[in-house]
């Protein structure tokens, strides 16, 4: 059974910043990829940023692009989102996801496994 537990989710002012992590467990993820999608209120899940497991590339949305980083601990199985300058549009619950296989140059993904979601709420 894979298990995918998010955490770092939080209340922060625009501007500011969050570290969200996800740890992986189950089995050993060697192969596909890893990432981060969001959903807003009344909106649908979107990509926000993916990582290679084995070649470490990384995928952003341009939305995101320059803001946040997305990196890899291969030892804990463990991705993280780095989130700087946040705005009040980052708010949403972020799921982290796991053996991702990207589409259309890395604009889409899709992915087998899902997370529970972590609630990101930036205020103005």
């Known amino acids: 059974q894979v298990q995918l537990v998010e955490s770092g989710g939080g209340l922060v002012q625009a501007g500011g910043s969050l570290r969200l992590s996800c740890a992986a467990s189950?089995?050993?993820?060697?192969?596909?990829?890893m990432g981060w999608f969001r959903q807003a209120p009344g909106k649908e899940r979107e990509f926000v940023a993916v990582?290679?497991?084995?070649?470490?590339?990384?995928y952003y949305a341009d939305s995101v692009k320059g803001r946040f980083t997305i990196s890899r601990d291969n030892a804990k199985n463990t991705v993280y989102l780095q989130m700087n300058s946040l705005k009040p549009e980052d708010t949403a619950v972020y799921y982290c996801?796991?053996?991702?296989?990207?589409?259309?140059?890395?604009?889409?993904?899709?992915?087998?496994?899902w997370g529970q979601g972590t609630q990101v709420t930036v205020s103005s």
């Open positions: 990582i290679s497991w084995s070649s470490g590339n990384t």
């Open positions: 996801a796991a053996d991702c296989v990207g589409f259309e140059g890395g604009s889409r993904w899709l992915c087998d496994y």
């Open positions: 189950g089995r050993t993820f060697s192969t596909y990829a």
